[in-house]
T-cell receptor, first 117, second 114 residues
Framework: AQKITQTQPGMFVQEKEAVTLDCTYD???????LFWYKQPSSGEMIFLIY??????QNATEGRYSLNFQKARKSANLVISASQLGDSAMYFC??????????????FGDGTTLTVKP | KAGVTQTPRYLIKTRGQQVTLSCSPI?????VSWYQQTPGQGLQFLFE???????NKGNFPGRFSGRQFSNSRSEMNVSTLELGDSALYLC?????????????FGPGTRLTVL
């Protein structure tokens, strides 16, 4: 069964430093997508970055990059130059192509990131 | 392009009542999925609609139902509310169900059942 594991319930980082949030996944599908979302205290889930299973290059979006290691089934999010506004809950998610998982994303339990001034 | 909108943003109901939540997807998106988020269970998939058809359903009782209209707007309904239904209900839209299709979320509806 598909599964996402985020082993860090909470993380602290100093402002302007980089931080890595861990995510490992399990799937038997060959075709899948990995996503990271940010959820501030307001509740809205904000899409950050996407990595496809067939993508050979790691995805980057501004200060966000995804360290994709397919053999290890890991998709860690790296946030560079942390800002106070980065304090939020971060979720790793996966979408698969199989019909039984149509339209569904599987989410990890999330990591609460706190940026210290 | 306008994002995903959800109404209402907040709801307070009592046990036994029923509730209807609404979601308008991003223009051009035909897939709408619903999720329930609680502190104890995290984010759980409820169901997904595409072109007015439910294509997938999560492991929730029949009290949870939904539908999609021809303009892709979607509603979900919860009947005979229980205290455990208190949660943030998130709607997400995407172009289709492919693994490459990003799901974009609305602000959510926070339901409190008393």
């Amino acid at each position: 069964a598909q599964k996402i594991t985020q082993t860090q319930p909470g993380m602290f980082v100093q402002e302007k430093e980089a931080v890595t949030l861990d995510c490992t996944y399990d799937t038997s599908d060959q075709s899948y997508g990995l996503f990271w979302y940010k959820q501030p205290s307001s509740g809205e889930m904000i899409f950050l970055i996407y990595q496809g299973s067939y993508d050979e290059q790691n995805a980057t979006e501004g200060r966000y990059s995804l360290n994709f290691q397919k053999a290890r089934k890991s998709a860690n999010l790296v946030i560079s130059a942390s800002q106070l506004g980065d304090s939020a809950m971060y979720f790793c998610a996966m979408r698969e192509e199989s019909s039984t998982n149509a339209g569904k994303s599987t989410f990890g339990d999330g990591t609460t990131l706190t940026v210290k001034p | 392009k306008a994002g995903v909108t959800q109404t209402p943003r907040y709801l307070i109901k009592t046990r036994g009542q029923q509730v209807t939540l609404s979601c308008s997807p991003i223009s051009g998106h035909r897939s709408v999925s619903w999720y329930q988020q609680t502190p104890g269970q995290g984010l759980q998939f409820l169901f997904e609609y595409f072109s007015e058809t439910q294509r997938n359903k999560g492991n929730f009782p029949g009290r949870f139902s939904g539908r999609q209209f021809s303009n892709s707007r979607s509603e979900m309904n919860v009947s005979t509310l229980e205290l455990g239904d208190s949660a943030l209900y998130l709607c997400a839209s995407s172009l289709d169900q492919l693994s490459t299709d990003t799901q974009y979320f609305g602000p959510g509806t926070r339901l409190t059942v008393l």
